[in-house]
């Protein structure tokens, strides 16, 4: 087949999706997906999540298949979004929401109601990371007490946060897989 993931767990687990062949394009690995979902194992049902650069939509419909109530996937490349939208129908998730839109035009307006997590996975080395935190903060997406996935070609660290990000935000849990860098973040109440 040519590109495709497969869903890890959950109620879709096993599933196969395909996706876009688009430049810079990297779905999250499964060995990543399979750790960052043991990380929030019990912090998924019922929960809102916001996956910015969704590209493949492994880390949105990873999120649906363990019981999120509501993903909102935000992706630009047209070739990209038509896959998420073909999977989104295969899957008949209705609480998936897609926007074909650009992911710093999106983070400019404050949501209507914060995201319980965030899924960060920008293309490397365009410096969007930074550009992207400093957006979810100033406009308030992230809930008290949420949570925000990070993948990114270095190491996170708590300097970088506070540079970029909100004072009262901690880093939980964080890894490295070949070149990939993840973490997870914790906001205070």
């Not at 939509?57 to 979004?81: H, I, M, P, Y």
């Not at 990070?150 to 990000?165: C, G, N, Q, R, Y």
């Amino acid at each position: 087949m040519a590109n495709s993931f497969q869903i890890i767990g959950g109620e879709h687990r096993s599933r196969k999706f395909i996706f876009a062949d688009a430049e810079g394009l990297r779905p999250t690995p499964s060995k990543v997906r399979e750790t960052l979902f043991n990380w929030l194992q019990f912090e998924t049902q019922g929960k809102t999540f916001l996956d910015l650069f969704s590209g493949s939509g492994a880390l949105s419909f990873e999120a649906l298949s363990r019981g999120a109530k509501q993903v909102v996937s935000v992706e630009k490349d047209t070739n990209a979004l038509h896959f998420l939208e073909q999977n989104k129908q295969l899957l008949k998730a209705d609480n998936l929401t897609i926007f074909r839109q650009d992911a710093f035009e999106f983070l400019k307006k404050k949501p209507k109601t914060p995201f319980d997590l965030i899924l960060l996975d920008p293309p490397f080395n365009k410096n969007y990371l930074t550009k992207a935190l400093k957006l979810i903060s100033k406009n308030d997406f992230v809930a008290a007490g949420g949570k925000i996935y990070i993948e990114s070609e270095f190491e996170i660290t708590m300097k970088l946060l506070k540079t970029h990000f909100l004072a009262n935000t901690n880093i939980s849990k964080q890894k490295k897989s070949g070149a990939v860098h993840y973490c997870l973040l914790e906001t205070s109440n």
